[in-house]
């Protein structure tokens, strides 16, 4: 080996040492944020930023339904809560484990496989799924809605982890979907896979009621209805929205619930504090 050779090793090895001390460095530097994060909170709210009304960002503030809700739970326990910007998917499981949050809000549907994780406050909405295409393209629609067979052979598109990417999931691999050429694809918003539609990306976008007529509203191009089951008569693939709780944290669920039952309380017209925090957010 020449004189020349074994420098260049040296210097390559001083690079990778200083690469792996840098590395170590900022694995450190995110385990001390994380801590900072824990000790400057009493509790730690997980949402996923991208689901207007209930959780979106306004400039680099977030804001919404979700956020309105725990507001009202901080200033009741006379707590600091902290709302954390993550991954949709990764929600429930940081909740369970209890170690960097303790509760989660981002619009969760209430499903057995979840419960057995968290424990869920009260639901306070109820909300539909809804088929998003483009007007150039429409499915077939039958008395103002979609059944799922009308997506057959077609490529859709959701929020990986929401409960329209899980239950379209479920009618492709044991559904009526079941044997068809339809597939879908998972994304990190609701707004990301309506966007792939103009994109050819997919044929349609399956995402909550409120996300896709907040979507829908901002372009021109791209429509909604509702998607149903196929029955007699047919009906619609509802959820419920509640809060998730760390099992351990008592006395964060019972504030929750003290929360939402006032919030839930119906005026003289007949709407509730949450009826109005949508439209609020809705911009009516």
């Known amino acids: 080996m020449s004189k020349k050779a074994k420098s260049t090793k040296k210097k390559f090895s001083w690079k990778m040492l200083a690469g792996a001390v840098m590395f170590v460095a900022c694995l450190a530097m995110g385990v001390i944020v994380a801590i900072n994060t824990r000790q400057a909170a009493d509790y730690i709210v997980e949402t996923n ?81 809804y088929i998003i295409y483009s007007k150039n393209a429409a499915p077939e629609i039958r008395n103002g809605h979609v059944v799922f067979e009308a997506l057959a052979n077609k490529t859709l598109g959701s929020q990986t982890g929401s409960t329209g990417y899980l239950f379209a999931s479920d009618e492709i691999d044991e559904g009526v979907l079941s044997g068809t050429k339809t ?33 829908v509203a901002k372009n021109n191009s791209l429509s909604a209805v509702p998607l149903y089951y196929t ?48 439209l609020k957010y809705m911009g009516f």
């Not at 725990?70 to 707590?79: D, H, P, R, S």
């Not at 909550?208 to 007529?213: F, M, P, R």
């Not at 959820?239 to 003289?268: D, H, R």
């Open 49 to 129: 930023a991208f689901f207007a009304p209930f959780e979106f960002y306004e400039g680099r503030k977030i804001v919404g339904v979700d956020v309105d809700i725990i507001n009202k739970v901080a200033e009741k326990l006379n707590k600091k809560i902290i709302v954390k910007d993550v991954e949709f998917d990764v929600i429930i499981d940081n909740v369970e484990a209890g170690k960097i949050a303790d509760a989660g809000a981002a619009g969760l549907t209430i499903t057995p496989a979840r419960a057995e994780k968290v424990n869920f406050s009260i639901p306070y909405y109820t909300s539909v799924q």
């Open 183 to 215: 597939v879908i694809k998972g994304f990190d918003s609701h707004q990301l896979a309506a966007d792939a539609i103009n994109a050819h990306m997919i044929d349609y976008a399956i995402a909550d009621k409120l996300a896709a007529e907040f979507i």
């Open 231 to 278: 029955g007699d008569p047919d009906y619609p693939v509802e959820e419920s929205y509640a809060i998730a709780v760390n099992k351990g944290q008592t006395e964060l669920l019972e504030a929750f619930n003290e929360v939402l039952a006032e919030m839930l309380t119906e005026n003289p017209e007949g709407k509730t504090e949450i009826d109005q925090l949508v």
